[in-house]
């Protein structure tokens, strides 16, 4: 039986795109404040999301959060030091954390570490720091290939269902990444994809044509317990049918 469609966010543009998805945080993240203490956040890497952390530290919305009650978390990370140009906590520090006016607790991957290391010390921190529950919010792009976080199609990490982070060799990339599995993004509360460009049209089409595949693409494989919401710019959604 055909799952239910996620509800489409369709934005005319990156900027709108970026200032509904910092909306949606805010809310997000006030709530769980408010009814839990903090707020847990994974963030996505990539050139997409840098834009979004860019709006929420600007001077209009940074201060509609209490970020010292924010934990900050990464969905993956590549095998590079916090100071390399490749580097996902770099980008977040430079978009992020150096403008906020408070800063939150962060937890970030080690990726200077040897990586079966580094997915070894993640998951002991999030044994300790993350909620029973999981994640409040976990925010994820789309590659034109189908992956998110750093699960690629045809990876052994895809099937993994006992470890929360584990390192994998990319070969098309010729890298090693440190990710989440499935069934850590599956558990948390509310998942927004982000997904902006014409060169993601095509597999935003075929995802969404919520047909059945042999060999489902990465993001097809999410079964969250909680929340699914895609956002979405208008070139990306050039294929599809405007819901909203």
Known sequence: M?????????????????????????????????????????????ATPQGLYARLSSPA????????????????????????????????????LDPLPSPPQVHRIAGEQAPEQAA???????????????????LLGLGPDGHIASLFPGSDALHQQRQAVVADYVPKLDSWRITLTLPVL??????????????KADVLRHVLRNISH???????MLRPRGSLEWFIDAP???HIERQD
């Open 2 to 46: 055909p799952r239910k469609p996620p509800p489409l966010h369709i934005l005319p543009d990156q900027a709108a795109l970026f200032q509904a998805v910092a909306e949606r945080v805010l809310e997000l993240g006030t709530q769980a404040i408010t009814e839990r203490g903090a707020f847990h956040l994974a963030l996505a890497g990539g």
């Open 214 to 220: 042999a060999n489902p693409l990465p993001v097809e």
């Open 186 to 199: 599956n558990r948390a509360r509310h998942l927004l994809l982000l997904v902006s460009g014409a060169h």
């Open 120 to 138: 070894a010390e993640y998951a002991a921190l999030l044994r300790r720091q993350l909620p029973a529950e999981g994640f409040d919010l976990v």
């Open 61 to 96: 919305l940074a201060d509609r959060l209490d970020w010292s009650r924010v934990h900050l978390y990464f969905g993956d990370e590549r095998s590079v030091p916090p100071d390399h140009r490749d580097s996902n906590y770099r980008m977040v520090r430079e978009s992020l």
């Open 236 to 238: 990306a959604a050039r």
